[in-house]
């Protein structure tokens, strides 16, 4: 069974900055990309950013030069640091991730979310 456990979510001031991480667990043999996806009340998900395996990132264009995802392999963690929050950055973000376990299944999981709310 795979896991992904999301942290650092809060709430915040217009104009501050958050760190989210996500740790993944259980019988992992490899993990490809993971992400970053947002939530707010009455819109659909959304990707905010992903990053390969091989640290290649992507992001949605309106948050390029705020948020900054990065992971960390040895760990099987992945980080989002977002600063100049606004309060439309309120959402609950999920960590995403591609996942093959030890039977070679593959499978895409995600975390249970954590809540981000930006006061103006």
């Known amino acids: 069974q795979v896991q992904l456990v999301e942290s650092g979510g809060g709430l915040v001031q217009a104009g501050g900055s958050l760190r989210l991480s996500c740790a993944a667990s259980?019988?992992?043999?490899?993990?490809?990309?993971m992400g970053w996806y947002r939530q707010a009340p009455g819109n659909q998900r959304e990707l905010v950013a992903i990053?390969?395996?091989?640290?290649?990132?992507n992001y949605a264009d309106s948050l390029k030069g705020r948020f900054t995802i990065s992971r960390d392999n040895a760990k099987n963690t992945v980080s989002l640091q977002m600063s100049s929050l606004k309060p439309e950055d309120t959402a609950v973000y999920y960590c995403?991730?591609?996942?093959?376990?030890?039977?070679?299944?593959?499978?895409?999981?995600w975390g249970q979310g954590t809540q981000v709310t930006v006061s103006s």
């Open positions: 995403n991730a591609g996942i093959t376990s030890w039977s070679r299944n593959w499978g895409v999981y």
């Open positions: 259980g019988s992992i043999f490899s993990i490809n990309a």
């Open positions: 990053i390969t395996s091989d640290g290649s990132t």
